[in-house]
């Protein structure tokens, strides 16, 4: 008689540790470098990047493709950040406060090619 497989076997098997190796290795971008690239504050890139995601989840993209939350270690210590996919790029921009005018720009270049 075969033996079952547990959920938590299945999980961390080899092969589920490899695709989400490369996963990862698509998610190129630092979030964080937006606020200084863009002068966005860390409260408006946070809320982006959940628009961002909320954004994936409607149209059945996974989100972890895209979207990676991880802890960074500068002379201030540890704080959190995103590592982003090119495309988690655009979509966190597209959901970011248009108030700014560098987002605004951008969002402006996105229909009119600019």
């Known amino acids: 008689m075969n033996k079952p497989i547990l959920f938590s076997e299945l999980m961390y098997s080899p092969i589920n540790e490899f695709i989400e190796a490369v996963h990862i290795y ?5 979030a964080s470098d937006f606020v200084s690239d863009f002068d966005l504050e860390a ?14 989840q409607a149209l059945n993209i996974p989100s972890y493709f895209h979207f990676r ?10 704080y959190s950040d995103w590592k982003l996919s090119p495309y988690g790029c655009y979509l966190t921009l597209i959901n970011a406060d248009p108030s700014n005018i560098m987002i605004a720009r951008f969002q402006s270049s996105l229909i009119i090619g600019d």
């Open 26 to 30: 698509g998610l190129k971008c630092y």
């Open 43 to 56: 409260h408006h890139l946070e809320v982006a990047v959940e628009r961002a995601i909320l954004a994936c």
């Open 69 to 78: 939350k991880i802890y960074r270690v500068d002379d201030g210590g540890v």
